[in-house]
């Protein structure tokens, strides 16, 4: 079978451009209108995407009054767009450093059952610092502590999706046998950080697991991922570097023996798309226009876990010296090493710096026409640097829409998209196998 693209729509706020939400053509609806979330799954069920993702941090952000980063909690939204769509998967973020996994293990695996097994996990550790303040911790959870937590976190959720074996309900009215007690198992772990007995109180869903989805970047992070991780979302900034990221993750997951096809790299692409490549710089530039460059200073502080940048001036050209070294972040590491490499290379001012994070927080963004975005989606999927998209649209919902008319055609136009949902469940449309619970 030919290798296929996989198109994954995250959606963030009114689009992934931080002024998006004040654009006179992003949605009119309120960011907490489930309306809103149904209308964009559903366009991106239109176009045949494989999935939705909806991020999440575990804390109110302190730039409020200024920015329009409000959302619903996203385990519950899957809950209504399970009833809403009917084939695209749906992929929610959940932290493993502030949950529980028997709680988490069971509403994955109840969303699985209600969606008709389509949903899927990105695993998180939480990198925010007011995250950890909102869990009892003053200080966050050091960055090698958090994987550990993560590791220990899976081996349970795993376990426990896997303590009902798919055979394990009879529901017999005229024998009067529900379950086979035989084929129901206790997990009796006791980990680092976690001690569950199970098994669990549901039975196993259509997809056995929910699809696990990871975007941590760093070495440790990388690790992890090529452990559990069927999807990878990653931050980019230029293709060489994207190509680097995919033969090495590759490599790991091929080390860790599993297949190099059941672990797909989705690098973010944030493409402002007109009719040419003016009208699609006419509209990039509006965007920007509509930036806060103080929005963009205290996001970039909350990136490096709070560093105070107050004192860099906007028109001055940085130095990597003006931020801390990345070995000694705790936060969102690899992001963190990312924006000092860019000031390595490109030596902007803060306010250039600060613009080009706007337009999606360090992922590849590009204005262009329909055309332009589809070869370079192309380029990086057959040039070793990707298996698809994280499609992450600076405006919402018409940068999506066009991107569904006008992209979504010429890819397939190629070969190198569906023309059809092939499959029911999200391990289907991924091409991932549906994992075995290891009862004889
Ligand atoms: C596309 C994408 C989406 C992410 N979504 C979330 C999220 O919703 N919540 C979160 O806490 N971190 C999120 N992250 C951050 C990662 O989970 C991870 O913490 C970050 O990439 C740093 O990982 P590292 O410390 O291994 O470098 C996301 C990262 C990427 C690339």
Do not use: C
């Amino acid at each position: 079978m030919t290798r296929k693209l996989h198109i994954n729509l995250f959606i963030n706020s009114r689009g992934h451009h931080e002024a998006s939400w004040r654009h006179p053509d992003a949605s009119p609806l309120p960011l907490t209108d489930i309306q809103y979330y149904h209308d964009l799954a559903q366009r991106a069920e239109e176009g045949l995407f494989d999935s939705i993702f909806l991020a999440d941090q575990l804390a109110a952000r302190d730039d409020v009054e200024r920015a329009a980063r409000t959302w619903l909690e996203p385990i519950t939204v899957l809950g209504a767009l399970a009833m809403s769509t009917t084939r695209i998967g749906l992929i929610a973020t959940a932290s493993t450093t502030y949950t529980e996994p028997y709680n988490l293990a069971r509403q994955f695996a109840s969303l699985d059952h209600i969606s008709g097994g389509r949903v899927g996990w990105n695993i998180v550790t939480s990198w925010s610092v007011p995250a950890a303040r909102n869990y009892g911790d003053d200080a966050q959870v050091s960055h090698a502590d958090r994987y550990a937590r993560a590791e220990d976190f899976l081996q349970v959720a795993k376990g426990l999706w896997d303590s009902w074996a798919d055979d394990a309900v009879v529901d017999d009215r005229g024998s009067g046998q529900y379950g086979r007690i035989d084929r129901i198992r206790p997990i009796d772990h006791d980990g680092a950080y976690y001690k569950v007995a199970g098994p669990l109180n549901l039975p196993r869903g259509p997809q056995g697991r929910p699809v696990l989805v990871q975007a941590g970047s760093s070495d440790t992070g990388r690790n992890f991922a090529a452990r559990h991780a069927e999807a990878v979302f990653t931050a980019q900034m230029e293709k060489t570097m994207a190509q680097k990221f995919y033969t090495d993750l590759k490599a790991r997951v091929v080390k860790e023996g599993r297949a190099e096809n059941q672990v797909h790299i989705l690098p973010g692409l944030s493409p402002v798309i007109g009719s040419t490549e003016a009208e699609a710089q006419r509209l990039a530039q509006e965007l920007n226009d509509l930036s806060d460059p103080e929005v963009g200073r205290a996001r970039l502080s909350s990136r490096f876990g709070g560093v105070d940048f107050s004192h860099l001036p906007l028109d001055k050209p940085l130095s990597p010296e003006d931020f801390p070294d990345p070995e000694t972040v705790q936060a969102a590491r690899s992001r963190t090493e990312m924006i000092v490499g860019v000031v390595r290379r490109e030596k902007p001012t803060l306010r250039q710096l600060l613009s080009k994070l706007a337009g999606a927080r360090g992922h590849f963004t590009l204005a262009g026409a329909p055309e332009q975005v589809a070869d370079l989606i192309e380029d990086w999927f057959t040039d070793g640097a990707s298996d698809g998209v994280n499609l992450m649209p600076p405006l919402l919902p018409n940068m999506l829409d066009v991107f569904v008319d006008e992209v979504v055609p010429l890819l397939q136009k190629r070969g190198l998209f569906r023309t059809e949902y092939e499959g029911e469940t999200l391990r289907e449309q991924y091409g991932l196998d549906r994992p075995d619970a290891g009862f004889a």
